[in-house]
């Protein structure tokens, strides 16, 4: 049995392994595995949680080692040596015991999962980790159950059930989703309207049956939507459609909203951080106390070709590959037409339902106008055009290229 088999099946076998050999082989060859053993131990130990430590450690087993060679060298007998070996095994030990119970007490809670049909990821690390994970996951289904049109007695299909007749009570949620995304409706001109459930419904793009429309059918549903007619009393939580003929969809951002509503579990539940992914959106979350970085990876053609760090916030991408390598499809609300080849491009923001409308909006604008749009929210985005990696007001967040 190698070494190499030995640290595959775990740590303590190392020990047993490095120990066997040592009874078994010649002092030369100890030495040998004292080398080989030297190589792994440095794998073992983390940097990060044995900075002084470990120095020390190290320039012991460089004395150890130094002094096991002299004796090889004047050709001192296994049973004279033997004493070193034990002494190294025995420290080592005890080494990687200590590593390990903190290794255990500093493993992050992982929890995979699919919710509103997307995998999802959550990482957290803190005492109440398992329960924030579960609370996210029962916390997002009520999400879905308010904001999705296709659930039945949800705030959105209650409001295209009642679209021109009569006012409807909803909750706080679905205001303030409705509001941020009326509010880049009104700034981009109608490239994002939320009304424009007719056209994704003609395109098919609600099914696994995508259709080509007519031409007349679609021109009368561009003319019918209009984000103008969804009416808001904020006071006393009231949503109206003003027309008979609209249907609102907020199933485009409900990513970024799922997650902004992780974080905000998270930090209720006192987590020292965490981070989830659903479909295109990621959020992060740190508290006061932690200063971890968390990696985005930057994907082109389903490969990652760069990745940028970021301590809190949101990031939506649009534009990539999707698992079935076709890339997502996203409509011009004011147009009508439907756009694959989108450029790639992830938007960062505090805010997750922003960043999600931000990344779809951008996928449609030109170059100079996402700039506009980005510098108006206060967001950043890394753009992918022509190979060449382009970011865009993005002065926190660090690009690994």
Same mark, same amino acid.
């Given at each position: 049995? $190698?070494?190499?088999?030995?640290?595959?099946?775990?740590?303590?076998?190392? !020990?047993?392994?490095?120990?066997?050999?040592?009874? #078994?082989?010649?002092?030369?060859?100890?030495?040998?595995?004292?080398?080989? !053993?030297?190589?792994?131990?440095?794998?073992?130990?983390?940097?990060?949680?044995?900075?002084?430590?470990?120095?020390?450690?190290?320039?012991?087993?460089?004395?150890?080692?130094?002094?096991?060679?002299?004796?090889?060298?004047?050709?001192?007998?296994?049973?004279?040596?033997?004493?070193? !070996?034990?002494?190294?095994?025995?420290?080592?030990?005890?080494?990687?015991?200590?590593?390990?119970?903190?290794?255990?007490?500093?493993?992050?809670?992982?929890?995979?999962?699919?919710?509103?049909?997307?995998?999802?990821?959550?990482?957290?690390?803190?005492?109440?980790?398992?329960?924030?994970?579960?609370?996210?996951?029962?916390?997002?289904?009520?999400?879905?159950?308010?904001?999705?049109?296709?659930?039945?007695?949800?705030?959105?299909?209650?409001?295209?059930?009642?679209?021109?007749?009569?006012?409807?009570?909803?909750?706080?949620?679905?205001?303030?989703?409705?509001?941020?995304?009326?509010? @880049?409706?009104?700034?981009?001109?109608?490239? !994002?309207?939320?009304?424009?459930?007719?056209?994704?419904?003609?395109?098919?793009?609600?099914?696994?049956?995508?259709?080509?429309?007519?031409?007349?059918?679609?021109?009368?549903?561009?003319?019918?939507?209009?984000?103008?007619?969804? #009416?808001?009393?904020?006071?006393?939580?009231?949503?109206?459609?003003?027309?008979?003929?609209?249907?609102?969809?907020?199933?485009?951002?409900?990513?970024?909203?799922?997650?902004?509503?992780?974080?905000?579990?998270?930090?209720?539940?006192?987590? $020292?951080?965490?981070?989830? $992914?659903?479909?295109?959106?990621?959020?992060?979350?740190?508290?006061?106390?932690?200063?971890?970085?968390?990696?985005?990876?930057?994907?082109?053609?389903?490969?990652? @070709?760069?990745?940028?760090?970021?301590?809190?916030?949101?990031?939506?991408?649009?534009?990539?590959?999707?698992?079935?390598?076709?890339?997502?499809?996203?409509?011009?609300?004011?147009?009508?037409?439907?756009?694959?080849?989108?450029?790639?491009?992830?938007?960062?923001?505090?805010?997750?339902?922003?960043?999600?409308?931000?990344?779809?909006?951008?996928?449609?604008?030109?170059?100079?106008?996402?700039?506009?749009?980005?510098?108006?929210?206060?967001?950043?985005?890394?753009? @992918?055009?022509?190979?060449?990696?382009?970011?865009?007001?993005?002065?926190?967040?660090?690009?690994?290229?």
């Amino acid at each position: 049995m $190698s070494l190499r088999t030995c640290i595959q099946k775990g740590k303590f076998q190392v !020990f047993e392994e490095f120990f066997f050999e040592i009874r #078994k082989k010649g002092a030369m060859n100890a030495l040998r595995v004292l080398s080989i !053993f030297d190589k792994i131990l440095k794998k073992i130990l983390k940097i990060r949680y044995f900075d002084p430590f470990e120095y020390r450690f190290q320039h012991l087993l460089k004395k150890i080692n130094s002094n096991i060679k002299q004796k090889v060298m004047n050709k001192t007998s296994l049973k004279n040596s033997l004493p070193w !070996f034990v002494t190294l095994v025995c420290v080592v030990v005890v080494v990687v015991l200590v590593y390990i119970g903190i290794e255990q007490n500093n493993k992050p809670y992982i929890c995979s999962s699919i919710l509103m049909g997307n995998k999802s990821k959550q990482t957290v690390f803190g005492e109440n980790s398992k329960k924030a994970t579960e609370k996210v996951k029962d916390e997002i289904s009520r999400l879905e159950e308010t904001l999705s049109y296709e659930i039945k007695d949800s705030d959105i299909e209650r409001l295209n059930s009642n679209a021109g007749s009569k006012w409807i009570k909803s909750s706080d949620l679905t205001v303030g989703v409705l509001e941020k995304v009326i509010s @880049i409706a009104k700034r981009t001109h109608g490239i !994002f309207d939320p009304t424009c459930l007719k056209i994704i419904k003609l395109y098919g793009l609600n099914s696994n049956f995508i259709s080509t429309p007519k031409r007349s059918e679609l021109l009368e549903a561009v003319e019918s939507i209009n984000y103008r007619k969804i #009416k808001i009393e904020r006071d006393s939580w009231r949503i109206m459609l003003a027309d008979s003929n609209l249907s609102v969809t907020l199933e485009p951002i409900l990513n970024g909203a799922a997650c902004q509503k992780a974080i905000e579990i998270y930090q209720n539940c006192n987590l $020292s951080w965490g981070s989830i $992914s659903i479909g295109n959106v990621t959020g992060v979350y740190n508290s006061e106390s932690s200063k971890r970085k968390f990696i985005v990876p930057i994907m082109h053609d389903g490969k990652s @070709i760069a990745s940028a760090e970021m301590e809190s916030g949101f990031v939506a991408s649009s534009g990539i590959k999707l698992n079935n390598n076709e890339k997502s499809k996203i409509i011009n609300s004011k147009t009508g037409e439907i756009k694959e080849n989108t450029r790639p491009i992830y938007v960062f923001h505090s805010d997750g339902v922003v960043s999600c409308v931000l990344s779809y909006v951008c996928a449609l604008l030109e170059i100079n106008e996402i700039s506009d749009i980005l510098n108006y929210y206060g967001a950043e985005a890394i753009l @992918i055009e022509n190979q060449k990696i382009m970011p865009i007001f993005f002065q926190k967040e660090k690009i690994n290229s």
